[in-house]
């Protein structure tokens, strides 16, 4: 499949999954040819309903896993490396 059409499928996939804080949609994703990155989006943070990021994290990690199994019914097993990144600190 190429990368463009898995795009397409991705974010049709998995995409469109509600997220866990209302309407904020708090993550964003950097696909590259053959690696595609989760990242929390802090800007997103609703900092009255959730100043401790705790939904924020968890729909994120809901996201992760919408994506896993979307790219498992293409066939592909995802590997999560779940770290922060020195380089990139938010």
């Known amino acids: 499949m190429s990368s463009r059409r898995w795009r397409s499928n991705r974010s049709h996939s998995s995409g469109n999954a509600p997220s866990g804080v209302p309407a904020t949609q708090p993550s964003q994703w950097r696909v590259g040819d053959r690696t ?14 959730d100043p401790d990021r705790r939904d924020l994290l968890l729909s994120c990690g809901t996201a992760l896993h919408h ?3 979307a790219a498992r019914s293409f066939g592909w097993h995802a590997v999560v490396h779940r770290v922060p990144n020195p380089a990139e600190p938010q």
């Open 36 to 49: 595609v990155r989760l990242h929390a989006d802090y800007s997103r943070q609703p900092p009255l309903t």
């Open 67 to 69: 994506f896993r199994v």
